[in-house]
């Protein structure tokens, strides 16, 4: 009895297995699908281009050809963007639901991208602010005043954060968000012009020299998500076998909520407000690996960019030969995943 | 150990209280008049021309002369009356919506309602170039076809407040995208001009936008007085209600479908005024210190705010600029809302 006691507790239980072969099958197939993703955003969009023409253009690029300059100036730059916004918001979702043991956690729904969108508007509006790495700082700040109002509201009341209440409040906290952003902009048509361009969630909006300034707050967002998988998994258990297991719930919400704000902040100034990548991509992470955050965090790293570089192809196919924001594009596909998960017989907490 | 004598007591307190309650409610009803009244005064008073009392009451009363006439009848008037008559309709709508799926944030304004007006309006105007009497139009169709979807979504033998909510704000959230969409496709200043609306304002308001939500406010009154009694009775939930002889589905459903009707007139009439159907009815509650339904208090609640709303919007600025009666509505409705959401949020019911 003594002996069981005195044993070190595990770091991180193990959550019930899933059948590895499901998970590997699982891993390939994201494999393939992200890189089926990345050929078809670097080959489709009004300009053809053969496979073999982007295999030299990427090999051997000759800036004379029209065909390689469209490739290098415009097809890569947007899928880098769609990547690294897309793994920034995929992961911020996975973190989002595991630390609010809530399904319906989403940067977007949450309102931590609005957060994020309205001290953006004022650095544009007051201080003048044009580069990305000048918008990311705003972003960072309003992406962890959103995320501490939301994380506020959930630890309030005795039944903790609902599913319900964690999203009326997120939406409230945008619609609050996006009053005071609409309150800044009709004063100042500037900043309108570039914040509408900006608020469609657009991934060539500002090119690479804007995107790759931000590529190291994603890196070390990625990082700490990583670290913070364990964690995940013992505040999954609740707070009080959590802690009883030897996890430090402060640190464990702290790492949590730096990374998210470092993932959010990042992805909304790059590609502006997207909703719903964090919603639906640690879901169908969840529904191939079962509970264990280690391997949605990783589902996530993958799916989430596939996710968006999906969205941005489509919207180039659709809407030919003009093109639709991935953003919009995105918001379409995912508000149908939000219903379907609604409609299901009950919302188990997570 | 309680007595008879004590649960005797019980329902003689309860009564009381329940009186004390009506009688509270009662002055808080003329409280609210008197301040309406006040307001409705200064914004015809004052102004670039202003008027004193007495010649207010002459002009009123159809004595005045011709200029005053003009400032006070066709200028001022109009544009009171419809302010008050907005705030009613956003107010009763919010309040209904909040007690129907039984959610103090569950407002038109919160779950995509008012939004799919908006997303209509503005497709309306900068892409099929609409006047203001189609975008109107558009603005209630957008309304209803979004109330409808999320209806029809959420319905799985029975719509449950929760689900309804959620779905909402899905929605929302795609007419939020589909609104950003818009706006970046037109041209700048065809943006600005929907901005603007989308802020939304009482100025320039005609005798057909009030006649509008008039018609539907005098239309809908009788059967919110009808449905409100039934409404109590819902809150002792479904099972009892039914056996009361109340259907709780198709009550909800008509209680929706007149919260809806109010939100889109008056959508249409001035544009989503940013959080007067929110706000209306947790004030009133909180004034009255009760949980119930106090529409009456609500709506007069809303008018308030809209006129204060569109005479500090007017007058109490500093700068040349006239602005939007919105922008005074959404700076202080989204830090109460916040406020709100931080201290009392914890009635949400749901999954």
């Known amino acids: 009895m003594t002996r069981a006691l005195e044993r ?27 890189g089926l993703s990345i050929a078809a955003s670097l080959l489709v969009g009004t300009r053809e281009i053969s496979p073999v023409t982007l295999w030299s253009a990427l090999v051997n690029p000759h800036r004379a050809l029209t065909d390689h300059t469209v490739i290098l100036d415009l097809r890569v730059p947007r899928t880098v963007v769609g990547l690294l916004a897309g793994l920034a918001l995929g992961l911020a979702g996975a973190l989002m639901q595991g630390v609010t043991r809530n399904p319906l956690a989403d940067p977007g729904l949450l309102g931590v991208n609005a957060g994020a969108s309205l001290f953006v508007v004022a650095g544009i509006a007051w201080f003048g602010v044009t580069s990305s790495l000048g918008y990311v700082w705003f972003a960072f700040a309003g992406a962890a005043v959103a995320a501490t109002i939301v994380y506020l509201i959930g630890s309030l009341g ?20 996006t009053s005071l952003i609409t309150i800044v902009l009709l004063a100042d048509s500037e900043a309108f012009d570039r914040y509408r361009f900006w608020a469609a969630g657009s991934l060539v909006a500002r090119g690479l020299d804007a995107a790759l300034p931000l590529a190291p707050f994603i890196l070390v967002g990625t990082v700490l998500a990583i670290v913070a998988a364990r964690m995940l998994n013992a505040l999954a258990l609740g707070d009080d076998l ?80 003009g093109e639709i924001e991935a953003g919009l594009v995105v918001a379409f596909l995912g508000a149908p995943v939000l219903i379907a998960l609604v409609r299901r017989v009950k919302l188990a907490g997570l | ?18 009186a004390r309650q009506s009688r509270r409610e009662g002055r808080l009803v003329l409280a609210l008049l008197g301040a309406l009244v006040l307001v ?41 009356t419809l302010a008050v008559l907005v705030g009613v309709a956003f107010a009763i709508s919010g309040a209904l919506f909040q007690t129907v799926l039984r959610n103090p944030l569950a407002s038109p304004d919160i779950i995509g309602v008012t939004g799919g007006a908006s997303a209509a309006a503005v497709f309306g105007m900068l892409i099929l170039g609409f006047g203001s009497v189609a975008t109107s139009l558009a603005a209630c169709a957008g309304a209803s076809i979004v109330a409808c979807a999320i209806y029809l979504l959420a319905w799985r033998g029975g719509v449950v407040g929760y689900r309804f909510v959620l779905i909402g704000v899905g929605v929302a959230f795609m007419v939020q995208g589909l609104l950003g969409y818009l706006l970046s496709r037109a041209d700048l200043n065809d943006a ?50 039914t056996s009361l ?35 209306a009815a ?29 005479f500090t919007a007017q007058h109490l600025l500093p700068g040349q600029l006239e602005l939007p009666a919105g922008i005074i509505t959404g700076a202080i409705g989204a830090p109460y809302l916040l406020w709100l959401l931080a201290t009392s949020n914890t009635t949400g019911k749901g999954a």
């Open chain 2, 282 to 310: 947790p004030i009133a509650r909180r004034l009255l210190g009760t949980g119930g339904l106090a529409l009456i208090p609500a709506a007069l609640i809303g008018a308030l705010i809209t006129t204060v709303a569109d």
């Open chain 1, 8 to 34: 070190p507790a595990p770091a991180a239980p193990a959550p019930a297995s899933v059948h590895p072969r499901r998970v590997v099958i699982g891993f390939i197939m994201a494999l393939v699908l992200l």
């Open chain 2, 1 to 18: 150990m309680t007595t008879r004598s004590e649960m005797k007591t019980d329902v003689a307190s309860l009564s009381h209280a329940r």
């Open chain 1, 242 to 321: 959590a802690r009883g297991l030897g996890q430090n719930l402060v640190t464990a919400r702290i790492v949590c909520a730096v990374a998210i704000v470092l993932l959010c902040g990042s992805a909304t100034a790059m590609a502006g407000p997207i909703v719903f990548v964090g919603l639906a991509v640690p879901h169908v992470a969840r529904w191939i690996t079962g509970p264990d955050y280690r391997l949605i965090i990783v589902f996530s790293a993958f799916f989430g960019p596939t996710l968006l570089v999906t969205a941005d192809v489509l919207g180039r196919i659709v809407a030919q030969p």
């Open chain 2, 40 to 80: 409705a005064a200064l914004s015809l008073a004052v102004g670039a021309y202003s008027l004193s009392v007495p010649d207010l009451l002459r002009t009123l009363t159809g004595q005045g002369t011709q200029s005053e006439n003009f400032i006070v009848l066709s200028l001022r008037l109009p544009r009171l």
């Open chain 2, 245 to 279: 002889g109340v259907g709780a589905e198709r009550t909800r459903l008509a209680l929706l479908v007149v919260a809806v009707a109010l939100a889109a007139s008056a959508t249409a009439a001035v544009g989503p005024l940013a959080f007067v159907a929110f706000v």
């Open chain 1, 158 to 177: 005795h039944e903790g954060a609902t599913p319900v209440k964690l999203a009326l409040a997120g939406t409230a906290l945008t619609a609050a968000f």
């Open chain 2, 192 to 241: 600005q001009g929907a901005l603007l609306w989308l802020v939304g304002s009482v100025s320039g308001a005609g005798w057909r936008d009030i006649a509008l939500v008039a018609v539907v406010l005098l239309a809908l009154l009788p059967v919110i007085r009808v449905l409100s009694g039934r409404l109590r009775v819902l809150q002792l939930g479904d099972d009892l209600a």
